[in-house]
């Protein structure tokens, strides 16, 4: 297919925001905005290096790439609008190929009401996916992860290592129940868009999307917002039947696995009504974890306490209990 029939393949005949003045078709997109504030963010999947065909099909690899992008909107407060595609294809890629990774991203977008208004087509060695997702929230609400405070609550939205689980299934013949939602967890996640979209009326909270493992996310916000934070490990909130994997596997993919999308954030215990209610009404699991306090010495640590009531210094990467 010759680059203007693809383009004409993948642009949407109707076009869902109204802030749209021009889609595809001229050198760029058009859209106004007066009253709120523009979110941008952008992220690129390399074949190889993020995903790998044997455990994604060309519908996953779009699904994923706009999902990641649209996690980023909804960890600054902020809605979801317009996406832009840069993709770089290789010849092993069919037509029928490009058109899964499309339906990938128009399913995604259409989940939470995108439009598609760009993008740029090259051909290359190995696919790669650059996705640049724009969102709106209400001017000065966006949400910062710099904003933790002591005395704050941490929460966390629905269950961790799903995601870390699915991968692993996918590369394993092994029997497990519930691989289904595992699986899914992995190939498509579920953004917490609109419960993050409501969240305006909080005076404050800071917000993270979970795309690292909590581990990692933990000691942003305590770096961000210099503060300790502190997350009791029985209540990191898992799947039931995560209780079929070892001990190891559960503690390394829920403090580790990357890729859940939920959200991590804190609040004050003043306002952690307000967010249960936001929670409840957009179904979103809502989940305390540990609370916040203020740091010794610029010393901004993440502590873990165990089931035993042994407190570790939980470090940005890696695996506790073995080196890679
Ligand atoms: P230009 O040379 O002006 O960049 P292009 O031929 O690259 O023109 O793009 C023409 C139109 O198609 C533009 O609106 C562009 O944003 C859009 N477009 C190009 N490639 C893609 C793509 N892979 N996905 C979505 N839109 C695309
Ligand atoms: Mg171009």
Redesign the pocket.
Known sequence: MD??A??NQ??QSVYRQSSLVK???????VFRQTAQDVITAVDTLVEGVHFSRKVMDPFHIGFRSLAANVSDIAAMGAVPAFY????VIPESYSDRDLDGI?QGLSSAASAHHMD??????VSGGELSIAVTAIGFVKKEKARYRSVAQPGDILFVTGTLGDSAAGFHMLNSNGYYTDRAHYEDRHRMPQIRSHFAGQLESLNRVALNDISDGIANEANEIADASQVTLTIEEERIPVRTSFAQFTAEQQHNWKLYGGEDFELLGSVSEREWDVLSTIAERTQTPLTKIGYVSSSEEKNNRVILIDRTDKSTQLLKKGYTHRSR
Request: net charge negative; proline share 0%.
């Open positions: 680059e203007f693809f383009i993948v642009k889609g595809v078709g001229d050198d760029a997109a832009l595609v840069s993709i499309y598609l208004i760009g993008g740029d087509t």
